[in-house]
Structures are given as C-alpha cells and as structure tokens.
C-alpha cells in the first residue's frame, strides 16, 4: 500500500542555509567529502553529480512505483526504499551550495541532472496515457526508452513521498535560479562578451564566449524546466493534492524565481536573456491554478515591481495578456484596484520620497488600455480619481489610456457590425434561390427568424448607445483635460484626439468642438502644447469628414441655393408653424404695444427692426425643425414620397454644407494665431507652422495663401533649418504635386501659372521674398527649364499686366542664372515687348520697370557681346 502520511518530510525553508537546521540537519558537505586538495574536491563532486545522474535513471526506469510502498516487504521479501533519501537530499544540497565554483563541464552535468529529475517527475504526475512534452530541451529519456508510466490510479491522489520529492527538487532548482540571477545583477555571468573581430579574436576571448553561451543555454533549460512544472501542478492539482488544496509554500516557490527573472528584463536583448517569457508564463500558469490563494501575494509583488522598475509596465500588461480570462481577468481588476487605492498626494517625505515610483506605475494604465480596451472600459472607474492626483504622470497615462479605450472600441464595434450584417446576407440571399415550394413551407419558421432577428438588432441598437454613451462621456473628460495644469497633460490630450482622429475614431459631432480647442490650445504658453495643436489640426484637415477642397466659395453658393429651395418647396407642416410662430409674435408685439403705449416714431422704428430679426430667427428655427424631423423620418424609415424624399435630401445636403462652412470659418477666423506661431521665437513653432500651410493649401484653405506669403519672410531668416523648411513649403505648395513631398512636380504650364498668381498678388517686400526662394532654386536646380519657357510665351503676347509679371519672375530666375535672359532670341524679344514703343505709347510703366529689372541681371559685358 501506498504511504498515507500527510507531513511532509522536507518542508520548504525560508532559506537555503536552513537546511542545516533542524528538521533537515544536513552537512556543508557529506561525511565522505575528499576536500584536500583541488582535484579531489573535482572528483567528490563529479561523484555526487553521477549519484544525482544514477537516482535520475532509477526514476526513469522504475516510474511511480519508486513512490508505492516505500518501506513495505513484498512476497519475495524484497523491501523498497525511498527514492529521495538522506543521501539524495545532502548531495543536492552540497552540489546547488558550491555551484557556483564547480567546474563548468560539472556545473552544466549536474543542471542538467536537475532538470531532468524535474522532468521525470512531471511525467510520472501525468495521466497514464498522455506523453507530455517539456518545454526545456534536456532529454528525460535513456537509451531511447520512454519513462514508465504512472501506476497512479486516476483519481488518486499521489503519495506524501512523491510530493516530497517534487518539493525538494522544485525548491533546489529555485535555489539555483536564483544564485544565477544574483549573479547576472552583479554582472559577474551572463553579460555577452564584447564582440572582437576575427583579426583580434584571440583563444581566451573565445573560450568566454563559448562559456557565455553555454551559461546562457542552461539558463534556459532551468527556465523551461521550472516552467514545465508549473503547468504540470497546475494541471494535476487533483492528483497531487487532496481536493486541490495546495501547499502554499510549494506553490509560490516558481513565483518567487520568476520575480528575480523579470527584474533584469530591461529590454529586448535582456528579456531574452533573461528568459522573461517563460518567468510570465510560470506566473500565468500558477495563477490560472492557484489563484484563490495566491493572487493576493503575486499582486502585491507585480505592485513593488511596478514601483521599482522602470521597464515593469510592459511586463505586467504581458502578463494580464497571458493569464485567463473567464469569468473575467481578474488579475488586471486586481492591479487596477491596487492601483486606484494608491494615494498620490501622500508621496514625500512621509513615503521615503519615492515619487519616481508614480512615474513607473503610471505606464502600466495605457500599457493595459493598449492590450486589453475592454478590461480598461469596464474597470475605468478605478483610476478616474487619479485625474485629480497631483503627479501629473499618472493623469497623463489615464488620459492615454482613455484614448486607447475609445479607439479599440470604435474599432471593435465597426469590426463587429461588418461580420454581422455579412453573417446575414448569405440567409437572405438564399431566400431568393428557394423554390416555391420551399418558401411556403418554411414561412412560418422565416417569420419566427424574422422576429428572432429583429430581438436581436434591438438588443444590439441598445448596446450600441450604451457604449456610445461611455464613449461621451469620455470624450468630454479628454475635453477638460485640455485645460490641465501641466503642459504635459495638456499635451497628452491633443495627442490623444491626434490618435482618434488618425484612426478614424473621432465622432462626427466632435470634430468641430475638438478643432475649437486645438485652435484654442494654440495660445498656450508651453512649445509642447503648441506643436501638439498644430500636429492636430493639420490630421483634422488630412482626416476632415467633408471633401478634398475646402474652398468656401461653393460652400456659401450651395447654401444660398439649398435654403432658397427649401423655402419654395417646403412641406404644408412646416409652412403653417412658420405663420403660427409669426401670429404669435405679432400677437405679442401688439399686446406689448398697447401695454407699454408707445407712441414715438423711434420706438416704432425700433420695434419694427425687433420684428425683422425675430422673423429670421423664427425662419431659422424652423428650419432646424424640419431637419430635425426629417432625421427622426428617416431613423423611423417611413414610407415617403419622391417629393418628400427629395426634400429629405435636401435639408441633409444643406446641413452638410453648413457643417463644412462652419469648420471652414474656424480655420479662417484663426488666421491670426496661424500667422502668430511664424513669428515664434521657436524654431518648432515655425516649422510646425510651416507645414500646417502646406497642408491647408492643398485643401485650398483661404489662409493657406496668405501664411505662406507670410512665411516667406522667413526666407531672410539666419537659421537654416527655418530657411530650408520654407524653402520645402514653397516647391510643396507651388511646385509639387500635393502629397508627394516634393517628389514629383506639377505640369509646367501649372508651375507657370502658380508663379505668375503668386507674383502678381504680391507686394513689395513679398516680391522679394519671393526672388529669393526662386532663385535658391534655379541655383539648386530644382525649377524646370521648362517654366521659364512658358513664361516667354507669356511675354510674347500683347501687352497688359500678363506681360509685365511675367518678366518679373524671369528676373527672378536670372538672379543666379542670367542665361534665363541672356540670349540673342531673347534679348530681341525683351526689346520688342518689354523696352519698344508699344509699351510707352500704352503708358505700360510695370512692363518697362520689368524689363529694366530683367536687364539688369545681365553684366554689361555679356550684354554688349
């Protein structure tokens, strides 16, 4: 029979050094440890490797039934001993004690050892029937013969000596790992070498390498191993212990080594290197198994590694990735609500100052929000009140966070909506391809799926507005946030509605009032929050839900022609409550008229004008009305008439389009701070500013024209990253093809064009301006030759303003390339048209001062040649 004991025989220490403490009472070294010189230590230690290596295949061989009747005579008076003795015990203890200064071929054998014994041990706790796999590539097999298999009846729970077994060499593999991690943080082992060339690599600087590698693939083995053993425990907890009630001191033993493993998983290479993703996957198993008794302790660690680490925030979101998720991830509710408790304004002295400690949690919230939305949706409540904390890290991450939050949703619901409506159309499109036959038999059951379906869109409608409500509700969150103390809250806020509205998860109804406030924000004292305004309101232009122009001129004409054929061809309804709304204000006038007695022709005048202005908001009023209603008809698909339908139509296109003016009027009723940031004394708002021109002007923006001639002052400027920047702005708006950044340009004919309108509505010291970019240019080689040859065409026209702006740009480029002039053809064709007498019979000054100019490019000695 089977050992029925239920005290352990090796509880876990608190540390390693307590094995030599009652109840385990064992030795530094065995009684039999030859230590007189170098090679007999080597060789007491290699014997102890091949006793551990010995027991390691009497395990293999002989399966669970190692661990049946420990102590008990069979019928030939054979009695079996246990398998992990006193012997097993000292030799591992002595082995994991000095194993830092074993050899390393010794070292690597008796890891090896370890983690096979681990390995059978799994295998012997598995069912009969299942092979597992390890995770660590260490062989648990010999001679190609696969372990025995478990003798332990299913249901069974196994015997006290199996579990001390497993604990012992659990807890020697933990007291392994973390020497080495020990180790690794004093960087002593398992720092990669420096790399030398082939030329200077030299035998020593190979042998720490090949020493480095090694380390580095045991290091692994242990992880995989340690790994291994907590999926097996966690999968066979029925097995191993009675109703699934752990030893708790066993169960944290893998938490605690993974712990140590995350802590130097600074970054990518070290996150290899430290076999950060298996420690994750020791923590996830466990809690997946354990959690009822240990979440508690693993939360309250992952807390004081969060406040410790810099790189911790990552990690732990990894890890709320990887545990379970039925009924709900409780680990991320759980750190969320550690993390809503935390009391911010108590960080000082009262706390060790540990405020950089805020600054390291902080990240894991938008870590979270970027992984798992919908955990961070659900439990948001937990760390609003952080908005209010004084660091402002953490209100800057619930700000992120909440722009993560809104964006995956958005996400979700469109990706949810698209496999609904496309789950339904193949049924209804079979319904077409059933015969007769087949359709009067199944009508009764397609009217149940009908009223089925129509269950389900109204459940569905009323999930969407409960979300869509949240959705509010944070958005005007985001929105007061705008007005944070801390730039870099400030900050992180436009940067949010940027995210939003590059993703396309910006509603409709919020793009004005989020484009007031980036205009708004462009007043901020902080370069931050400015450049952050500019960044934002030149994705609003690339991402506007109106057209590619934006020209108002159209706008205001659609407009005009919308109202005046909504007046014409208004419904009865709306027609009678215009007349009902005037009789009453008449009626109204009139009793106030004969209440107050008012009988000077001032009054009356004024009270007339009165009655206009009412009579246009009341016009107003109601055509707001009807929009309203024919967006209520239209929700409720009633069945409408052409005219009706038409008229529908209507009122949407004119709400359209005053939707567009109005986005418009915000742009050009903001020229000013537009023009305000060029004279920044920061090179980034300049630039900034710069490129929101260019950006404007592509969507052909009113102000777009006049910033950039307004920028082109800066061409003077003695800094060269501005000069250069306004230089790309001119050949992105003049010259190139818009969006191609420079790198393909527009027709010649085009470029002509732009020059000569830019040119002729330009002044005098825009003029200049101008020259200069033109001829930086043509000195760069970046003006096609082309250009200048329909400039000439122009020229060669009849006279007028044409000819005159004409030869003024090609001054322009003559500036630095005087053939653009200098040519026999051309010269004769500059005296013709420019200097002859039809330009002073037509008193035509600005051609002759356009000549002149041109003229002057040339030196006198290449004239008179």
Not at 97 to 122: D, E, I, P, Y
Not at 136 to 142: G, Y
Not at 684 to 709: I, N, W, Y
């Amino acid at each position: 029979m089977s050992s029925t004991s239920s005290v352990s025989n090796f509880p876990i220490p608190a540390s390693l050094s307590d094995l030599e403490r009652e109840p385990h009472n064992l030795q530094p070294y065995p009684l039999d440890f030859d230590d007189e010189d170098e090679t007999a230590r080597a060789k007491s230690f290699n014997k102890l490797v091949r006793y551990i290596e010995t027991g390691n295949r009497t395990l293999i061989d002989g399966g669970s039934e190692i661990f049946e009747n420990v102590g008990i005579k069979n019928d030939d008076g054979y009695c079996q001993e246990e398998w992990m003795n006193g012997e097993r015990i000292q030799a591992l203890y002595t082995l994991v004690r000095k194993q830092a200064s074993l050899a390393s071929n010794t070292r690597s054998r008796f890891l090896t050892a370890l983690c096979q014994a681990l390995n059978g041990l799994c295998i012997v706790l598995s069912d009969s029937n299942e092979q597992i796999q390890p995770s660590s590539p260490v062989s648990v097999t010999r001679n190609d013969n696969p372990i025995a298999p478990s003798l332990f009846q299913k249901g069974r729970v196994v015997s006290q000596s199996f579990r001390d077994s497993l604990a012992c060499h659990i807890y020697m593999l933990f007291s392994v790992m973390s020497m080495v991690e020990s180790e690794a943080k004093a960087g002593k082992k398992f720092i990669a070498p420096p790399t030398a060339t082939k030329k200077k690599r030299s035998t020593k600087d190979k042998d720490i390498r090949a020493d480095y590698e090694s380390s580095l693939l045991l290091r692994q083995d242990c992880a995989s191993t340690m790994l291994l053993v907590s999926q097996i425990m966690g999968k066979h907890k029925f097995r191993l212990w009675k109703v699934g009630v752990p030893d708790e001191d066993v169960i944290n033993i893998p938490p605690r080594i993974a712990h140590q493993m995350l802590e130097g998983a600074t970054g990518v290479i070290m996150r290899k290197a430290f076999c950060a993703d298996e420690a994750l996957g020791i923590l996830a198993a466990i809690l997946d198994s354990y959690s009822s008794c240990c979440i508690n302790t693993i939360v309250a660690a992952l807390m004081d590694f969060l406040h410790s680490y810099e790189h911790a925030a990552p990690l732990v979101a990894d890890l709320c990735c990887l545990v379970s998720e039925t009924p709900k991830n409780k680990l991320a509710v759980e750190i969320l609500r550690e993390m809503g408790r935390i009391e911010c304004h108590s960080v000082g002295f009262d706390t060790g100052n540990k405020a950089s400690g805020i600054k390291n949690v902080a990240p894991f919230i938008e870590e979270l929000a970027i992984r798992r939305p919908k955990i961070v949706m659900d439990n948001i409540s937990l760390v609003l009140p952080h908005l209010d904390s004084e660091p402002y890290v953490i209100r800057s991450a619930v700000v992120n966070a909440i722009a993560h939050v809104v964006s995956r949703a958005n996400e979700g619901d469109v990706k949810k909506k698209i496999s609904r409506y496309s789950a339904c159309s193949p049924q209804r499109g079979s319904n077409f391809l059933m015969n007769e036959e087949n359709s009067s038999n199944n009508e009764g059951h397609s009217k149940n799926n009908n009223s089925a379906f129509i269950l389900q869109e109204e459940s569905y409608d009323t999930g969407i507005q409960s979300k869509q409500k949240n959705r509010d509700a944070l958005l005007d969150i985001l929105i007061e946030r705008a007005h944070d103390v801390s730039s870099f809250t400030r900050a992180a806020v436009l940067k949010s509605f940027a995210q939003l509205t590059e993703s396309d998860s910006l509603p409709l109804d919020r793009v004005i009032p989020v484009t007031a406030l980036a205009i708004d924000r462009l007043q901020d004292k902080t370069v931050m929050v400015r450049r952050s305004s500019l960044q934002l309101l030149t994705l609003l232009l690339e991402n506007n839900p109106f057209m590619d122009s934006l020209d108002p001129i159209p706008y205001r004409q659609k407009i005009v022609e919308l109202e005046k054929m909504l007046e014409e061809n208004a419904p009865e309804r709306i027609k009678l409550a215009q007349k009902a709304a005037k009789l009453v204000q008449l009626q109204k006038e009139q009793q106030s008229y004969e209440k107050d007695n008012m009988k000077a022709d001032g009054e009356v005048k004024e009270q007339e004008g009165t009655r206009q202005i009412d009579d246009k908001e009341i016009e107003a009023a109601a055509l707001d009305a009807a929009i309203k209603d024919a967006e209520y008809e239209c929700s409720d698909n009633h069945d409408d008439s052409k005219e009706e339908v038409e008229y529908k139509k209507a009122l949407r296109g004119l709400q359209f389009a005053t939707s567009a003016l109005a986005f418009i009027c915000m742009f050009e009723n903001a020229h000013s701070a537009f023009e305000g940031m060029l004279l920044s004394a920061n090179s980034s708002d300049v630039t900034e500013a710069l490129r929101f021109f260019v950006r404007a002007r592509h969507f052909q923006l009113p102000c777009a024209v006049t910033g950039m001639k307004r920028a082109l002052a800066l061409m003077w400027s003695s800094e060269k990253n501005i000069k250069d920047e306004v230089l790309k702005g001119f050949v992105d708006v003049f010259i190139a093809v818009p969006g191609t950044s420079g790198a393909e340009y527009l027709a010649d004919d085009k470029i002509a064009q732009n020059l000569f309108s830019l040119v002729g509505n330009a002044n005098i010291s825009e003029i200049a301006s101008i020259e200069e970019a033109v001829a930086l240019l043509v000195k760069q080689d970046r003006l096609p030759a082309e250009v200048f040859m329909e400039l000439w065409s122009i020229v060669s026209k009849p006279c007028g303003q044409g000819r005159s702006v004409a030869l003024q740009v090609l001054s322009m480029g003559a500036t630095t390339d005087s053939n653009i002039v200098n040519s026999l053809s051309r010269l004769r064709l500059l005296l013709e048209c420019g200097l002859g007498e039809n330009a002073e019979d037509n008193r035509d000054w600005a051609t002759l001062r356009s000549a002149a100019s041109a003229l002057k490019k040339i030196g006198r000695a290449q004239a008179s040649s």
